[in-house]
Nanobody
């Protein structure tokens, strides 16, 4: 089983930036896919950004141009750089890891709060 830890959440003012990290216990080079999801109060969990084994990325329309997902294979870490944060970005952010097409793992979540 892959083990991973999320970090980087916190409280920021509108327009600020945060970088979330998802560090795994083993190499992520062969991970089928990884991504970031978020769930705001009263809303369904949604995909924010994802990256596949081949390196392709996908973003929710609401974060395009503001968020960037990347991975550092040497550090076994997936990142989510979040810029120009808005109050509506407030949510619990979850790292999602699929070691294979039939296995899905979720992180514990990290709170991101955007407020003045």
């Amino acid at each position: 089983q892959v083990q991973f830890v999320e970090s980087g959440g916190g409280l920021v003012q509108p327009g600020g930036s945060l970088r979330l990290s998802c560090t795994t216990s083993r190499s992520i080079f062969n991970i089928y896919s990884m991504g970031w999801y978020r769930q705001a109060p009263g809303k369904q969990r949604e995909l924010v950004a994802g990256v596949t084994l081949r390196g392709s990325t996908d973003y929710a329309d609401s974060v395009k141009g503001r968020f960037t997902v990347s991975r550092d294979n040497a550090k076994n870490t997936l990142y989510l750089q979040m810029n120009s944060l808005k109050p509506e970005d407030t949510a619990v952010y979850y790292c999602n890891v699929k070691p294979s097409p039939i296995t899905t793992l979720w992180g514990q979540g990290t709170q991101v709060t955007v407020s003045s």
